[in-house]
């Protein structure tokens, strides 16, 4: 079964209205032969922050080295985000394998007039994936209620309620407390239930649950909570101070900016604890890795710009005071709301605007905007439009706000993500040299066979992969069919979700297309300008850095050298660890005609031993005050933030961290000091020996994965032409995976940044019979490769030799370029 055709069942099971009670998942899951029985779960229940907390508790037992799954809704792109295993989202060939399994099944119930729901049966695929994948414990966010909700069919070994107020009066109750005693069937046997519920909501929790730990601020609705927490206020634009104390008080901070998610940090944190032997350092950690996109994100600060997902008023108020903590001129507001939402208690609770745009996010139950405008008016906001695009309605408020102005999207997390599209939306280009690669790039957007089969042959100039909802997808196409070039879409169409689409026409072709697309009023108008700049159409390079003068690598690939300054490295170990040794290696490497020298302390092979800060910082700190007058850019090769400060204090221009920002300060320091940072894509670092992990698409795999790290580090300041992409050859990928990455790099130029390759005498050389000892030529060749295909940077141990791949393949493109 193809990718789209499962989709497309699933989301079908929407139609099906939800009936109380666990039977229908319980019946789909014994069909499956009860995966739920292999695996340990955690439930979060409440009306608000079930999806924060349920991030924050499942990124603090990662820290502390659990396997763990978790299980969200909805999703803001892709179906496959609500099932995540160790951050990862689900496989597409996961769902497809899954739905051929059960389609069946699911038809014969439908006949019997007793089919599951989407939400019934997306709950049954998380468990058999967390089963499938082994993971030591799932994290499931409860969709309504507690009691008759699809995740109650699992018996959790721990479970929150995090607060309670009215919702879904009609199916959970007419009072705070009905609803509460719905949500406190989530209860463990085993363990006390974890709450952050007050006052007649906590009497409904405790007369189901029985023993509960009790989170909240202290003295707060004359409460005294077993755990204690205060929300310290905010410690940067992105990021808050909180407390939590269950008699050993921690501090921490978390990305998750209001008062109501210190106490979502406080319930995670306990929940945690009855699950796993997590530490103070696991916590820290792990609470302010919590990434949670749309829920108080702050995406530019000139003007402030927040996205956050408040869908009722108890959320909008959160909001409003959470946004009362920065400072602005004017509040320009783009509102999108669903009609069956209490669009009037929405707009009363959100912070007083002094304009709005309504706007109408890409679902049919979204409020008519015209009428979410009259709402508005009605609060007495005299500067009201509508946009009927969010996505034309977001640049419309960036436009006219000054740069200390605020824009803030919210009304709901559908409106947040066609918002966030301005900042994550992606057109790859495709590397069309035959029919066989027009079929792997139609193939890869889930086209059906048939149009793979019609487009194939037409696809031979220039090659676009990207996403847009279904309705822009369908009058892009119609555009670009006009003017003479091709556009596939995925076989999965749906008014409510993202698509995938193939484009490919001449030059001529998309220069037509965007001037066509500049004159559109529905989103189409802002893909167009990304499509000129994917395709250089206005004649102007992407540029590689923003500073003067410009690094070495915007003039063609350049050369890093590396020098590791430790003991143990794979292929140098101890060469150059005494530091007259690393001076004259850096000198050699200069004069061979490296750009870069890139100072490592810490060997990320297989098998390596962790290095302590202090011992890191002693070995590359001499090293970089040593060669800090030479004529080339220093990057120093850590996962440390703290190592990176010394470092950057030191003369490093760059950091390299092979991680891919797991330590949280990481990114901060780079923007604190205005430097350059690498971020590469890795699973684990050090290598995990052996460590499989499946990819779909490992090209479009690593680039979607990158796209996030990115925006983290924007997010902190960064601009993103000082971010610099690694794919991360040899972390968690085959031999065949890595020539896959080097064979299609040019592909990663769709993330706006740099790209680097390092593949110095890696394994993936055994692929093609290189042992260890054996790889000097391999990786000269692999160097000519990378800067043919548009690598900015090598990253190798030999410099003469691939200084001279480099050049010969740039002099093969431009014959003229090294004349004297």
Not at 104 to 125: C, I, K, N, Q, Y
Not at 153 to 157: E, F, G, N, Q
Not at 514 to 528: F, I, Y
């Given at each position: 079964m193809e990718y789209h055709e499962a989709a497309e069942f699933l989301f079908g099971l929407r139609r099906f209205r939800p009936k109380p009670g666990t039977e229908s998942t319980a019946r789909l899951l014994a069909h499956l032969e009860d995966p739920q029985e292999g695996v340990e779960f955690v439930q979060i229940a409440g009306s608000n922050g079930k999806g924060s907390t349920a991030r924050m508790v499942e990124r603090t037992l990662r820290e502390a080295g659990l396997s763990?799954?978790?299980?969200?809704?909805?999703?803001?792109?892709?179906?496959?985000?609500?099932?995540?295993?160790?951050?990862?989202?689900?496989?597409?060939?996961?769902?497809?394998?899954?739905?051929?399994?059960?389609?069946?099944?699911?038809?014969?119930?439908?006949?019997?007039?007793?089919?599951?729901?989407?939400?019934?049966?997306?709950?049954?695929?998380?468990?058999?994936?967390?089963?499938?994948?082994?993971?030591?414990?799932?994290?499931?966010?409860?969709?309504?209620?507690?009691?008759y909700d699809a995740t109650s069919?699992?018996?959790?070994?721990a479970s929150a309620v995090t607060s309670v107020t009215l919702e879904h009066t009609g199916i959970l109750g007419d009072t705070e407390a009905e609803i509460a005693r719905d949500k406190?069937?989530?209860?463990?046997?085993?363990?006390?239930?974890?709450?952050?519920?007050?006052?007649?909501?906590?009497?409904?929790?405790?007369?189901?649950?029985g023993e509960v730990v009790t989170v909240g601020f202290d003295g707060e609705d004359d409460r005294q909570p077993d755990v204690r927490v205060a929300y310290e206020g905010r410690v940067n634009h992105t990021e808050a101070a909180v407390s939590i104390d269950d008699g050993s008080p921690l501090e921490a901070r978390i990305p998750l900016l209001g008062r109501h998610q210190a106490e979502n940090a406080g319930i995670a944190a306990t929940v945690a604890r009855q699950v796993a032997d997590v530490s103070d350092a696991d916590l820290q950690r792990g609470l302010r890795n919590a990434h949670w996109p749309g829920r108080f994100e702050v995406l530019e600060t000139e003007p402030l710009v927040v996205l956050d997902g408040a869908h009722n008023p108890g959320a909008c108020e959160g909001l409003a005071e959470t946004l009362s903590s920065y400072e602005y001129d004017d509040l320009t507001l783009v509102a999108g709301v669903m009609h069956d939402k209490d669009v009037t208690g929405i707009a009363d609770a959100l912070p007083t605007p002094d304009a709005v745009v309504a706007t109408e996010?890409?679902?049919?139950?979204?409020?008519?905007?015209?009428?979410?405008?009259?709402?508005?008016?009605?609060?007495?906001?005299?500067?009201?439009?509508?946009?009927?695009?969010?996505?034309?309605?977001?640049?419309?408020?960036?436009?006219?706000?000054?740069?200390?102005?605020?824009?803030?999207?919210?009304?709901?997390?559908?409106?947040?993500?066609?918002?966030?599209?301005?900042?994550?939306?992606?057109?790859v280009p495709k590397r069309v040299r035959d029919i066989d690669d027009a079929r792997e790039a139609l193939s890869s957007a889930d086209a059906t066979e048939s149009d793979v089969a019609d487009a194939a042959g037409s696809a031979i100039h220039r090659v676009v992969k990207t996403s847009l909802r279904y309705r822009q997808a369908t009058a892009f196409r119609e555009e670009l069919l006009r003017i003479g070039g091709e556009c596939t879409l995925s076989g999965l169409r749906r008014n409510d979700e993202r698509i995938d689409a193939v484009l490919s026409g001449t030059l001529e072709q998309f220069t037509?297309?965007?001037?066509?697309?500049?004159?559109?009023?529905?989103?189409?108008?802002?893909?167009?300008?990304?499509?000129?700049?994917?395709?250089?159409?206005?004649?102007?390079?992407?540029?590689?850095?923003?500073?003067?003068?410009?690094?070495?690598?915007?003039?063609?690939?350049?050369?890093?050298?590396?020098?590791?300054?430790?003991?143990?490295?794979?292929?140098?170990?101890?060469?150059?660890?005494?530091?007259?040794?690393?001076?004259?290696?850096?000198?050699?490497?200069?004069?061979?005609?490296?750009?870069?020298?890139?100072v490592g302390g810490e060997s990320t092979r297989p098998g390596a031993d962790p290095v302590s800060v202090e011992t890191e910082i002693d070995r590359v700190v001499p090293v970089l005050e040593a060669i800090g007058d030479l004529d080339a850019l220093l990057s120093i090769d850590t996962r440390k933030a703290a190592v990176a400060d010394a470092a950057l204090e030191a003369g490093a221009d760059i950091v390299n961290d092979v991680s891919g920002l797991e330590d949280p300060e990481m990114r901060f320091v780079v923007a604190d000091h205005d430097a350059s940072l690498i971020v590469m894509h890795s699973v684990d670092a050090?290598?995990?020996?052996?460590?499989?992990?499946?990819?779909?698409?490992?090209?479009?795999?690593?680039?979607?994965?990158?796209?996030?790290?990115?925006?983290?580090?924007?997010?902190?300041?960064?601009?993103?032409?000082?971010?610099?992409?690694?794919?991360?050859?040899?972390?968690?990928?085959?031999?065949?995976?890595?020539?896959?990455?080097?064979?299609?790099?040019?592909?990663?130029?769709?993330?706006?940044?740099?790209?680097?390759?390092?593949?110095?005498?890696?394994?993936?050389?055994?692929?093609?019979?290189c042992e260890s000892g054996e790889r000097l030529e391999p990786t000269v060749a692999a160097s000519a490769l990378a800067a043919d295909r548009g690598a900015d940077l090598v990253r190798v141990h030999d410099v003469p030799e691939n200084v001279a791949a480099v050049r010969t393949a740039l002099a093969a493109r431009d014959p003229d370029r090294f004349e004297p």
């Open positions: 763990v799954g978790l299980y969200t809704s909805p999703h803001l792109e892709d179906l496959r985000e609500r099932i995540r295993v160790d951050g990862r989202k689900i496989p597409k060939s996961s769902v497809s394998a899954f739905v051929a399994e059960i389609r069946e099944h699911v038809t014969e119930r439908a006949a019997d007039g007793e089919s599951p729901t989407f939400f019934e049966v997306l709950t049954a695929m998380a468990i058999q994936e967390f089963d499938r994948a082994d993971v030591d414990v799932a994290v499931l966010e409860v969709g309504i209620g507690g009691r069919v699992v018996d959790p070994v406190a069937h989530v209860t463990p046997a085993d363990a006390p239930l974890v709450t952050g519920a007050s006052g007649e909501a906590l009497e409904g929790v405790r007369e189901v649950a996010p890409g679902l049919e139950r979204a409020e008519d905007p015209d009428a979410l405008s009259t709402v508005f008016e009605r609060t007495g906001v005299s500067d009201v439009r509508t946009i009927p695009d969010v996505r034309d309605a977001l640049e419309a408020a960036i436009a006219e706000s000054g740069a200390d102005d605020c824009v803030l999207v919210t009304g709901s997390l559908f409106a947040v993500a066609e918002a966030r599209s301005r900042w994550t939306s992606l057109q037509r297309l965007v001037d066509r697309l500049a004159e559109r009023s529905d989103g189409l108008a802002a893909v167009g300008r990304e499509l000129e700049s994917t395709l250089e159409l206005s004649g102007e390079a992407q540029s590689g850095g923003g500073d003067d003068p410009s690094p070495p690598w915007t003039d063609g690939t350049a050369v890093m050298g590396i020098l590791n300054v430790t003991p143990d490295s794979f292929h140098d170990g101890g060469e150059f660890d005494a530091l007259e040794d690393a001076v004259a290696r850096a000198e050699a490497m200069i004069e061979a005609g490296a750009d870069v020298i890139d050090p290598v995990i020996p052996d460590r499989e992990v499946e990819y779909d698409d490992v090209v479009e795999d690593v680039i979607d994965q990158l796209r996030e790290r990115i925006l983290l580090a924007e997010k902190a300041g960064l601009e993103r032409e000082d971010v610099i992409v690694d794919p991360g050859i040899g972390f968690a990928k085959s031999a065949p995976e890595s020539f896959e990455l080097l064979d299609r790099l040019a592909e990663f130029r769709a993330l706006g940044c740099p790209v680097l390759f390092g593949h110095s005498h890696k394994s993936m050389f055994a692929h093609i019979g």
